[in-house]
């Protein structure tokens, strides 16, 4: 999770594509696109394109794991805590065996959002790609020029 963040810290830079500034000048950031805020909440970037029930899903299920986590953490420190103070034999090894099945199931739960996480960005790659490809193809433009002109263009890119 914090290689993610610090991913996202690093793409927030200058990008090397961009034309260098003249010495002495700032640096122009970059734009918080919706790749950005699908690294920081899952969902947020698939919400900003429009695709909702994409969105809710990634969300919601980020929010579910990571309620899963802190839930399965509470109750292995909770046994955890009545392993330490256990007089007998037969209690240590109950809350120890409880202590190690809980801890088991919150990194399980680490592991699934972790990747859901990795396919929400996946997921945001894809339509933010599909979106720029729709935008290279043929165009057709109306645009007023003047006060009293109008102006038909016709492009192409690719």
């Known amino acids: 999770m914090l290689g993610l963040i610090g991913l ?5 830079g200058q990008t090397p594509a961009a034309p260098q500034n003249e010495p002495g000048t700032a640096p122009q950031p970059t734009e918080f696109t ?4 699908s690294l920081l909440l899952p969902g947020w970037g698939q919400f900003s394109e429009k695709h909702y029930v994409e969105g809710a899903i990634f969300a ?3 929010v579910f794991s990571l309620v899963q986590v802190l839930s399965f953490n509470r109750k292995g420190n909770r046994y955890y805590g009545k392993y330490q103070d256990a007089a007998a034999v037969e209690e240590v090894m109950l809350f120890r065996e409880l202590t190690e099945k809980y801890d088991t199931r919150r990194n399980q739960y680490l592991l699934l959002t972790a990747g859901i996480w990795a396919v929400n960005l996946i997921d945001i790659y894809v339509i933010v790609k599909r979106k720029e490809k729709r935008e290279k193809a043929l165009q057709l433009k109306l645009e007023h020029v003047g006060d009293k002109e109008l102006a038909v263009s016709l492009g192409y890119r690719f």
Request: net charge positive.
């Open 8 to 12: 996202a810290a690093l793409s927030f």
């Open 34 to 37: 919706s790749l950005h805020k």
């Open 60 to 62: 919601s299920a980020a």
